[in-house]
């Protein structure tokens, strides 16, 4: 990875996005999270406007960031993983095993909803689950949005700024950028973020390995659609760890 070059204008907004993403971000998603678990039995309304909600927030991090790189010449969209794979081979065979793990864990986690058995994590998010069409198309929507907003701020920006503010090598600022990450799902409890931690560590180690956002995108959103858009119907169980 090249050191990008931020300015002083810049840091006036990374700084304050980064303070929210990792203090603020994390206890506002609680109190969301709380109080949609609270509405939902009476607003029918209450998951939708959630998610739009939340989209509209994550979309305006984007807004952030892309004023960020307009006000940096010395930082570019390839610094932030907006960039063709180094090794092509190294991509055919994360994407086999990313296929492989989202298929395995689909039989395991349907055969142990079918037994009636409980899927572990699926407490943590029980309040994100559809159950109506017009909740499934903006759960869509959010995993769509979290997969390509989250992975361009708290993957490509975060570890951007680490190396090119902090001065800390790609290892150091990605573990940084992950701890954020991990932060940003507190909502979910302590049982949920170690199961975000381990999936972050690997959209990460997707990063590193590649040098692109391509692949850490395409695994997070097919991940957030499996436990989001193809939830069971309600009375079921289905595993799902989406991002927000």
Excluded at 70 to 90: C, E, I, N, Q
Excluded at 209 to 228: C, E, F
Aim: charged share 15%; glycine share 10%.
């Amino acid at each position: 990875m090249t050191v990008p070059t931020f300015t002083v204008p810049s840091l006036f907004l990374a700084a304050p996005l980064t303070a929210y993403l990792a203090f603020v971000s994390p206890w506002l998603g609680r109190r969301q999270y709380d109080r949609l678990e609270r509405r939902r039995a009476v607003d029918p309304r209450a998951l939708v406007r959630a998610y739009r909600m939340w989209i509209g927030e994550e979309w305006a991090w984007i807004a952030v960031t892309a004023l960020i790189l307009v006000l940096s010449p010395g930082a570019g969209l390839g610094d932030l993983g907006f960039t063709r794979p180094d090794d092509l081979g190294k991509v055919a065979a994360m994407a086999g095993g990313l296929a492989c793990a989202l298929v395995a864990g689909s039989v395991v986690l349907r055969h142990a909803a079918r037994t009636g058995r409980a899927v572990p994590g699926q407490a943590a998010v029980a309040a994100l689950l559809p159950r109506t069409p017009a909740e499934r198309w903006h759960a869509a929507a959010m995993a769509v949005t979290a997969g390509v907003c989250e992975e361009v701020v708290y993957r490509g920006l975060l570890i951007a700024l680490g190396i090119g503010v902090l001065g800390l090598n790609p290892s150091v600022a990605a573990v940084l950028a992950l701890a954020v990450f991990v932060a940003g799902h507190y909502y979910q409890g302590w049982k949920g973020m170690a199961a975000v931690a381990l999936l972050g560590f690997w959209l990460t180690a997707m990063y590193l390995a590649t040098g692109s956002l391509l692949l850490p995108i395409v695994a997070h959103v097919l991940i957030d659609l499996r436990g989001l858009v193809l939830a069971p119907a309600p009375g079921q169980q289905q595993v799902g760890e989406p991002s927000r």
